[in-house]
């Protein structure tokens, strides 16, 4: 079992930035490849961005290439986001996401049903 709690989010002007961050608990997240999700009001949850288990792997959705960035502390046993020059379209309810077993210490994993917890989610909106 691995518990996942999200926080860092919050109001944000156009351009600005935002960390966030997720603790896990429950067991030690340095062989558990992890993702953040956002869904926004009215769509579908999406895929933000994931890293592999050893942290030697990212992937990002096209949209905030460049912007995002996703790491991890396997000792702390946190992951984070760090987003910068936000845009309204960021604005949603951010997730993260952990998946127990990965087919190698590369893989990362895009698909929100192969991961086996989520957090709670935390809001982030960005203003124009």
């Known amino acids: 079992q691995v518990q996942l709690v999200e926080s860092g989010g919050g109001l944000v002007q156009a351009g600005g930035s935002l960390r966030l961050s997720c603790a896990a608990s429950?067991?030690?997240?340095?062989?558990?490849?992890m993702g953040w999700f956002r869904q926004a009001p009215g769509k579908e949850r999406e895929f933000v961005a994931a890293i592999s288990w050893s942290g030697s792997s990212t992937d990002y959705t096209d949209s905030v290439k460049a912007r995002f960035t996703i790491s991890r502390d396997n000792v702390k046993n946190t992951v984070s986001l760090q987003m910068n020059s936000l845009k309204p379209d960021d604005t949603a309810l951010y997730y993260c996401?952990?998946?127990?077993?990965?087919?190698?210490?590369?893989?990362?994993?895009?698909?929100?049903?192969?991961?086996?917890?989520w957090g709670q989610g935390t809001q982030v909106t960005v203003s124009s």
């Open positions: 429950g067991r030690t997240v340095s062989s558990i490849a």
């Open positions: 996401a952990a998946k127990l077993y990965s087919y190698s210490m590369h893989t990362t994993y895009r698909r929100a049903r192969e991961y086996d917890y």
